[in-house]
């Protein structure tokens, strides 16, 4: 089988005779370097053991890679239809362990997939990607079996999943990701890497689920409400945001929601009245 997928002509020379072109509406910027699609195919962890979710796999440059590091099975969302040319060629050679389904994966119900869990590996769109971050960790805290994460973003937003509290990149998805998940960034990518090459550098994060934080949740939806409130009006202090008893949880009411460690943002949502977000 991986054979049949080294046969396949470059990325590039595949765009080229279907006449495709990165779309700037589907924030694509495709990643045609064998070695970092390797490379990133190769951190989804049990890989051969793994069915693999991809959004947005465009020409299948990273579609190419999973296939090739043994995985599983690859499902593919794709909302791009004119990319079907190049990804029904990727499936031939697939011997069945590619499904591309052409649609928007952030109404694509992945609830039945597999009963093992499923790993996410993504190259994400510019301009979904913290969205679609977002519901994932709302799925894995009420209890989808995605197995890990390992996605592709800006390396902004990926400081932004990694931060601790008294960062200036700490903020909601900073909280959500760590009360969920391990979180960590694996490597840099340069924006040299891409067609077309974006104005800003990218980076690899991998997002594991851990159990032990998970069980800890009580209502990820008010969770998500909480840090929404405070870290949208960042720059003032808590207490002039929210009019509740700080000094109940070891605060003046003067700290801003930088300070603020995710336990104690999961401390907050457990008491605090759904009417006062």
């Not at 589907?26 to 962890?45: C, E, H, K, W």
């Not at 949740?217 to 929210?242: N, P, V, W, Y």
Request: hydrophobic share 40%.
């Amino acid at each position: 089988m991986i054979n049949k997928i080294e046969s396949l002509p470059p990325v590039s020379e595949m765009m080229r005779d279907a006449g495709l072109e990165p779309k700037k509406q589907f924030g694509q910027n495709f990643l045609f370097d064998l070695n970092l699609t390797g490379r990133i195919a190769r951190s989804v962890p049990d890989i051969k053991n793994t069915v693999v979710v991809e959004v947005g796999p465009g020409p299948g440059g990273l579609t190419r890679a999973l296939l090739m590091a043994d995985a599983k099975r690859v499902i593919a969302i794709e909302k791009d239809k004119t990319t079907e040319p190049i990804l029904s060629k990727i499936i031939d050679a697939s011997d069945g362990r590619l499904e591309v389904i052409f649609g928007d994966a952030l109404k694509t119900d992945l609830q039945d997939l597999d009963q093992d869990g499923y790993a996410i590996c993504s190259n994400l769109p510019y301009n979904v990607g913290t969205e679609l971050l977002i519901n994932w960790l709302h799925e894995i805290a009420t209890g989808k079996k995605i197995k890990s994460l390992t996605l592709m973003f800006q390396r902004e937003v990926a400081e932004r999943i990694v931060a601790t509290p008294n960062n200036k990149q700490y903020g909601r998805l900073s909280v959500l990701a760590n009360l969920v998940a391990d979180t960590k960034i694996l490597f840099d990518v340069p924006n040299t890497a891409f067609v077309p090459r974006p104005k800003v550098q990218s980076a690899v994060v991998q997002i594991i689920p851990n159990k032990n934080k998970i069980k800890l949740i009580q209502d990820i939806s008010k969770l998500e409400k909480l840090t929404a409130r405070l870290f949208g009006q960042r720059r003032k202090m808590i207490r002039g945001i929210l009019k509740i008893n700080w000094a109940d949880y070891g605060l003046s009411g003067t700290e801003r929601a930088e300070e603020l460690p995710p336990e104690l943002f999961l401390k907050i949502s457990g008491n605090i009245d759904t009417n006062l977000l």
